[in-house]
């Protein structure tokens, strides 16, 4: 390892704890001094953790993991946070400091998200893809103020084990080790349904790649089944989680068979759920009601849109053998050369899987969530990055929202207030 990556990951991991500490200040003093929206935590807090753990989704967390999918709307949340709080506690139990209570079961979680630091993962990450240790320093420490700061170092939720498990599987591609690649893509798929999305990239370089750069040769049909077989892997959560339910529900044995048994093709307790209870659907939240909810995640998906656009706009020159046609139309003109690290061939398929996640939280989802689920995406960063080395100002416009955002986010959750 180079010492100025060894500086650096001893810089970074320095400044996650400093950021770390700062969101647990600002939450826990926001929780002690204002007074809860929603006093949920008061009643069910035994006063033996810190109340501000107990917010919003980490109550259907640690019901889950004290009792199980009890109730039919626990089913729109995967086992992977709840399955992790129950063998913490376990744990804690075996070494006497607890009981399988919410007490416990929230400070196992809690713990456990500290140890799926993301940092030195997105770090070389970033220095496969730009190419330059100060570049990969710069987009690792923007990281630091995303717009989700509770939900990724303080919570017991599932993005910081997602946003983890999906930049080691990211890693893993960039390296060619398809294998370690779906086995994180498929750990992954226990905490977020769209983990079964990270397949793509898997796709994307043992097949799209090798065809594009004219490498087909490499495309023997053993690689061709291995691809399959790691590709189906990352969709096993989400499958699972689906026939249990069917099973569960659908069959002979149940005392009654719910509409959602037989009103599809394929039964999916996870979509009934998103729709019948969050009312989930194609351009179900665009209403007048949830204006506020479009301004508050308006910032980081025109963030995302903005450098997809600028990547894709460059495309004919990024890629040539993909878009011949388009340089057709320009009299032979010789693409300009690109010298910035930010059109890297390689950003392509994060570029595509970051257009289509962005596109289903626009039209498709509760908008809001994406203060959550793009932090989880490296492109992220990397745009970010560009911003303040292309673009200063609109860079040092960024990084301020990012800061009050951040800050402003921890407060409204310790008081119990969305977005969630």
């Known amino acids: 390892m180079q010492p100025a990556t060894t500086r650096h990951l001893r810089d970074l991991l320095v400044l ?16 002690y001094l204002l007074p809860l929206f929603d006093a949920s935590p008061s009643i069910w807090n035994s006063g033996t953790i810190p109340s501000v753990l107990l917010r919003w989704d980490a109550f259907h967390f640690a019901h889950i993991a004290e009792k199980g ?44 998200a500290i140890l799926c630091d993301s940092i030195q993962v997105l770090y070389h990450l970033s220095l496969h893809h730009l190419h330059s240790p100060s570049l990969a320093f710069l987009s690792t420490a923007l990281s630091l103020f995303s717009s989700s700061p509770v939900a990724l170092r303080l919570a017991s939720y599932s993005e910081p084990f997602f946003t983890y498990l999906s930049y080691r599987g990211m890693l893993a591609c960039a390296r060619s080790q398809w294998t370690v690649a779906s086995l994180c893509f498929t750990l992954a798929g226990l905490f977020r349904s769209n983990g079964m999305f990270l397949s793509g990239f898997i796709i994307w370089g043992m097949l799209v790649t090798p065809f594009l750069t004219g490498r087909k040769d490499l495309i023997s049909p053993t690689r061709l089944f291995k691809c399959v077989l790691l590709t189906a892997l990352p969709l096993i959560p989400f499958i699972h989680h689906n026939i249990t339910a069917y099973f569960l529900f659908c069959t002979s044995s149940a005392v009654h068979i719910p509409d959602w048994c037989t ?15 969050w009312n989930i659907g194609f351009l179900r939240y665009w209403t007048v009601s949830n204006v506020p909810n479009f301004i508050l995640a308006l910032p980081p998906l025109l963030h995302i849109f903005a450098f997809c656009g600028f990547y894709l706009s460059n495309l004919p020159s990024i890629a040539p053998h993909i878009v011949p046609q388009i340089r057709s139309k320009n009299n032979d003109i010789p693409p300009p050369q ?83």
């Not at 996650?16 to 929780?31: M, Y």
């Not at 009103?263 to 209870?277: A, E, L, M, R, T």
């Not at 595509?352 to 908008?367: C, E, Q, Y």
């Open 16 to 31: 996650s704890l400093l950021v770390r500490l700062a969101i647990w200040s600002l939450a826990l003093l926001s929780a």
């Open 69 to 112: 999918y009890v109730y039919e709307h626990e089913w729109a949340f995967f086992n992977g946070v709840p399955l992790l709080m129950h063998v913490s506690a376990q744990l804690q139990a075996l070494a006497g400091f607890g009981s399988n209570n919410w007490a416990t079961l929230l400070q196992g979680g809690a713990c456990m």
């Open 263 to 277: 009103s599809s093709i394929i039964p999916s307790i996870y979509s009934h759920v998103q729709s019948k209870y």
């Open 338 to 420: 690109l010298d910035s690290p930010f059109l890297s061939p390689s950003l392509l398929p994060h570029v595509l899987h970051a257009v289509a996640l962005t596109l289903i939280l626009t039209f498709n989802a509760h908008v809001q969530i994406s203060l959550r689920l793009l932090p989880s995406l490296p492109l992220t960063y990397w745009a970010a990055a560009r911003l303040l080395l292309d673009l200063p100002k609109w860079g040092k416009a960024w990084v301020a929202w990012s800061v009050m955002w951040g800050a402003m986010s921890c407060v409204l959750w310790a008081v119990f207030l969305p977005p969630a």
